[in-house]
T-cell receptor
């Protein structure tokens, strides 16, 4: 059974700092991995989707990497801003199955 | 705005009430999903519909009854709920997960449900 963990559970950084969020999964046989952000009490917003054949994806200040063999993905946020404060979730899709979500990392960027 | 809308945004209901949650997607997708998000727990998949057919029921109690009349609309009918069913209920859509492949999911804003 696929399990997804995210470390740290919460992170607080000053504005302007670069940061890395981590996602680990137990079964490397995945089809793709998706990163989301969720603002308090709201739905999920898709940030990046990485197919299993890819090693990274970039969108603006965000860069997500995928290492299937080690069961890890990282989300790199450059020059963090207070507006980046949210919970970041990763989800992996085992082949033939639906997405399995991690518990999320709650990020606070302080002005 | 993701192209997936949900109504109502907030709902308070008693344990003997019957209510329905509605989800609508304007993205031309064929697959729709219901998720439950409880405090301090990972997102839990409840139901999956693909081309209006239910393809997954993740051991959800029968007091939750989904309905998918077409690929753009999804309902979750609720009756005799328990206080522990209070949660954020999220709807999502994607391209049809054909042949075991899964695609990027787009989520609605959710319905915050409180059962008293």
């Amino acid at each position: 059974k696929q399990e997804v963990t995210q470390i740290p559970a919460a992170l607080s950084v000053p504005e302007g700092e670069n940061l890395v969020l981590n996602c680990s999964f137990t079964d490397s046989a995945i089809y793709n991995l998706q990163w989301f952000r969720q603002d308090p009490g709201k739905g999920l917003t898709s940030l990046l989707l990485i197919q299993s054949s890819q090693r990274e994806q970039t969108s603006g200040r965000l860069n997500a990497s995928l290492d299937k063999s080690s069961g890890r993905s990282t989300l790199y946020i450059a020059a963090s801003q207070p507006g980046d404060s949210a919970t970041y979730l990763c989800a992996v899709s085992p082949y033939g199955q639906n997405f399995v979500f991690g518990p999320g990392t709650r990020l606070s960027v302080l002005p | 705005e993701t192209g997936v809308t949900q109504t109502p945004r907030h709902l308070v209901m008693g344990m003997t009430n019957k209510k329905s949650l509605k989800c609508e997607q304007h993205l031309g997708h064929n697959a729709m999903y219901w998720y439950k998000q409880s405090a301090k727990k990972p997102l839990e998949l409840m139901f999956v519909y693909n081309f209006k057919e239910q393809t997954e029921n993740n051991s959800v109690p029968s007091r939750f009854s989904p309905e998918c009349p077409n690929s753009s609309h999804l309902f979750l009918h609720l009756h005799t709920l328990q206080p522990e069913d209070s949660a954020l209920y999220l709807c999502a859509s994607s391209q049809d997960p054909n042949g075991g492949l899964t695609y990027e999911q787009y989520f609605g804003p959710g319905t915050r449900l409180t059962v008293t």
